[in-house]
């Protein structure tokens, strides 16, 4: 097959279904439609899907061919953010661009990697030296990606993401923050700055701000959630914030938490009755692959072909790929969109990229044939 022209991707199906993954609602955690209605597609298509538990009512999609060395698996997300508003988050056409939910991140990254491997299949059926994989719950707490490496090993994977088709050799680290304060509750007209939760976490998140701006201005650091106990016309006796924290691929992220735990220490010292906690409840390191190696220069001569520049980037956000990477994978981000549309209101992509992309994912496993 790799010295036959490459099957042809068919950009109707893959639009038709593009279409029905957006319109099926699929946040985090309730992804059993979405998951259902794959599983009978692809087995209407003749290939052997498997479902792969991840807790009592979700699970991940597999596909592994039985006659061949999987050599590389293609892995997308088929959960999303929930919905700014439920009554318009479904496909939507403007010219070339996609919007709906998920859009970019990523039911057009999933859309394309189907298509792609149905293609293939259709050709060449058992001999595919590479795995389809569907997993649940990326945008939380990424238990499918966990559950996939716990059952399956490949030894490489490209996750679909949105990079604007720009391939992604290394990936940011991730570190989420939660902080807490303590108060006592009390009549309003008895607070005082010193024993408010909410001025205290004020001026921890200032610290914590200036650090970041100072320190480490090359991290993406974001305040995600801030908010107080609702006791009403009182001083309240606690507040929470959830910081979210985005690394450069190479950045030790041991000395990234000794950092925070000296911001605190540091406050603690100047005011003995600061009563705050913060823990890091997850802790994502970054990576970086080196650009060469048989897959990474069989992509960089399909990119060639197709006119595409090749620039390789790093990934400013966390993905399951970094947990790919923990569990010895090799994964490489390339997917149709951009994350700057990811997680916004009128999320879209452009459907050419997402035919690009099929048509790139076909081309990269037809190489692993030869």
């Not at 403007?94 to 299949?121: F, H, N, P, R, S």
Request: with cysteine.
């Amino acid at each position: 097959m790799p010295n036959n022209p490459p099957p042809i991707v068919q950009p109707q199906r893959l639009r038709q279904l593009l279409r029905r993954l957006i319109d099926i609602y699929s946040p985090s955690g309730k992804e059993r439609e979405i998951l259902s209605f794959l599983h009978g597609y692809l087995k209407r298509h003749g290939l052997p899907v498997v479902r792969q538990s991840v807790d009592d009512h979700r699970y991940n999609l597999v596909v592994v061919p039985p006659k061949a060395d999987t050599r590389l698996a293609l892995i997308g997300h088929v959960d999303t953010i929930g919905a700014h508003d439920l009554d318009h988050y479904g496909y939507e056409e403007q010219g070339d661009l996609v919007i709906g939910l998920g859009a970019a991140d990523m039911k057009g990254g999933c859309a394309a990697m189907v298509e792609a491997y149905l293609t293939l299949w259709e050709y060449s059926s058992s001999q595919l030296p590479a795995a389809l994989v569907l997993v649940v719950g990326e945008e939380e707490e990424g238990d499918g990606a966990r559950q996939l490496v716990k059952d399956f090993h490949f030894p490489w994977g490209i996750v679909g993401e949105p990079t604007d088709l720009k391939p992604c050799l290394s990936s940011y680290g991730y570190l989420e923050v939660q902080i807490r304060t303590i108060g006592k509750r009390k009549h309003p007209s008895f607070a005082s700055r010193r024993h408010n939760p909410i001025e205290s976490m004020l001026r921890l998140i200032l610290k914590i701000s200036r650090y970041m701006e100072m320190e480490r201005p090359q991290f993406v650091y974001n305040i995600r959630d801030l908010f107080s106990s609702q006791v009403g016309f009182a001083v309240p006796d606690r507040c929470e914030a959830w910081l979210d924290v985005h690394v450069p691929p190479s950045t030790p992220l041991g000395d990234i938490i000794v950092e925070f735990e000296e911001i605190f220490a540091r406050e603690r010292k100047e005011d003995a009755d600061l009563d705050a906690m913060f823990r890091f409840d997850t802790i994502d390191a970054g990576y970086e692959l080196p650009e060469k190696g048989p897959l990474v220069e069989a992509l960089s001569a399909i990119f060639v072909k197709h006119s595409l520049p090749w620039e390789p980037q790093a990934f400013r956000s966390h993905s399951d790929a970094n947990q790919l990477w923990e569990a010895g994978v090799l994964p490489f981000l390339l997917g149709p969109g951009q994350l700057q549309d990811a997680h916004a209101p009128r999320e879209s992509v452009s459907f050419q990229q997402v035919c690009l992309a099929a048509e790139l994912y076909r081309d990269l496993v037809t190489c692993l044939m030869s």
